[in-house]
Each structure stands twice: as structure tokens, then as C-alpha cells.
């Protein structure tokens, strides 16, 4: 089934889970700008709303048209307010699928990252049959780190991606009979 932009993927108490689509440039413009993302994801070299449209056709939905699933944004139900994505990935440098967020600094604090995570790990395992998923976060990024720790993640090895040591973190999803 081909995934329609816009499409929501789930839902929270206070969160819709939902697919990208071009019309959310304003959003990735701003988010892969912040010096956060620059910091610890790093410059995609999104300057421009025409960069940032194409950024989510050729990336976001993409991997949606590739692999069934993605990076999805994230919104406050009641409102629409746009926070940040949360989603899942398969990097060629990584066997694993694993688990991506980012949110406007503004809204860190609120648990928002870990309410849309933890909605988007069951999707992976309920919806997806995934029995196990990774994450990959600069040694400095503590805030990941943390989030990934009460997600349940667990610290498994550093890794060279890029050049870039990386700390590696896994989770055998509940239900699943696969080591951690």
C-alpha cells in the first residue's frame, strides 16, 4: 500500500503521528536549522523552502515509497502545532532499523520525544512485526542518551559511521524473543 503524504500513522493521548508531506517545508526548514540538529545530526544544507521540499520529497517520502515507514512528523492533536519527527530508519551502515527523533528546542522537556517514541517502537513491533530496533547518538548528545535509556534502550558499542564515532544503543522489543 502506498503511503499517502499526510497520512496519519498514530495517535497518542496528546500526540498524531504522521507522514510528511511538502506542504511541512516551513517545519523541516526551521527544524534541520536548529543548532541542535546542525550539532548532533548534522548541516543537511537545507537553506531554502524549495531545499526543504525537496528535502522531504526526495528523503522523507521516499524511504515512505522504499520501505513502508519513515521519519513522520510530530503534532499536538488538540492544536496541530508541529514539534518535531519521530520515526524509523534503515541506514546502509546499520543491519538494524533504527529509531530517530528531533524536536524544536522549544518543546524540549515535555515529553513529547518520549511519548511519540515509545508510540512509534509499538508501531514497529504491532504494526511492523520488528522484533528488534537500534539507535545511533553522538557521544555528547546526553539528552538522547537519556531518552534512549528510559525508552529501555541499552548501550551496545561505539561504532564508525562516517567518520563520526557513535554511540550504538539496542532494545529487543516486549514480546520478542531476540537478546538485546
Avoid at 528535502?55 to 524511504?63: E, P, S
Avoid at 520515526?87 to 546502509?92: I, T
Wanted: proline share 3%.
Amino acid at each position: 500500500m502506498a503511503a499517502a503524504p499526510g497520512m496519519r500513522v498514530l495517535q497518542t493521548a496528546r500526540l498524531t503521528v504522521r507522514h510528511f508531506e511538502r506542504a511541512d517545508a516551513p517545519f523541516i526548514l526551521e527544524l534541520l536549522n536548529e543548532p541542535s540538529w546542525v550539532q548532533y545530526i548534522g548541516d543537511k544544507n537545507i537553506k531554502t523552502l524549495d531545499d526543504a521540499e525537496r528535502y522531504i520529497q526526495d528523503v522523507l517520502l521516499a524511504m515512505y515509497a522504499r520501505l513502508g515507514f519513515g521519519l513522520y512528523l510530530v503534532e499536538v492533536t488538540a492544536s496541530g502545532e508541529v514539534l518535531g519527527m519521530c520515526g524509523l530508519v534503515k541506514r546502509d551502515s546499520l543491519q538494524d532499523i533504527d529509531l530517530g527523533f528531533a524536536f524544536l528546542s522549544r518543546f524540549w522537556g515535555h515529553g513529547y520525544a518520549y511519548e511519540s517514541a515509545a508510540a512509534v517502537m509499538s508501531h514497529a513491533k504491532t504494526r511492523l512485526g520488528l522484533d528488534r530496533l537500534v539507535a545511533i547518538t553522538l557521544p555528547t548528545n546526553e539528552a538522547a542518551s537519556k531518552l534512549l535509556r528510559k525508552l529501555g534502550f541499552t548501550f551496545e558499542r561505539m561504532i564508525t559511521a562516517k567518520t563520526e564515532d557513535l554511540m550504538l544503543y539496542s532494545i529487543a522489543l516486549p514480546g520478542s524473543e531476540v537478546a538485546s
